[in-house]
């Protein structure tokens, strides 16, 4: 849902349209990911976090096309793993007070995440 780098740069190698804005051939072009992967237009309730949307695979958190992170499939396999290790064990897990973020131009983080748990049986 949030990217941690939330945008980069491109050089527009043609001229082209945005979003109804003419983008001349050369022109530095600032893409936010973080925008993107809250796209009402894209992703119902947009700004909330539900790990079953069933267009969850549309972010672009790892990019996509000739720019795709290269570690992307390392990241998801260390997340199924690690999330499957802490459903076995907790359980109930709630947020006790809103996450406290770092937030910069070009990344952005969950600096702590305050979450409760049962043990799981």
């Known amino acids: 849902m949030d990217a941690p780098i939330q945008c ?5 190698t043609r001229d082209t349209e945005i979003g109804g804005v ?50 992307n499939q390392l990241a998801r396999g260390e997340l199924r793993i690690g999330f499957n290790l802490l459903l076995r064990r907790m359980k109930n897990f709630r947020l006790l007070k809103e996450p406290e973020y770092f937030s910069h131009p070009f990344a952005y983080g969950v600096t702590a995440l305050h979450v409760g748990f049962e043990h799981a049986a």
């Open 22 to 71: 003419a983008v001349p051939s050369g022109t530095i072009v600032q893409l936010m990911w973080g925008g993107a992967n809250r796209d009402p237009a894209i992703f119902e309730n947009s700004d909330g976090f539900d790990p079953a949307r069933p267009n969850a695979r549309r972010h672009v958190a790892f990019s996509f096309g000739p720019h795709v992170c290269v570690g």
């Open 8 to 12: 980069l740069f491109r050089r527009a």
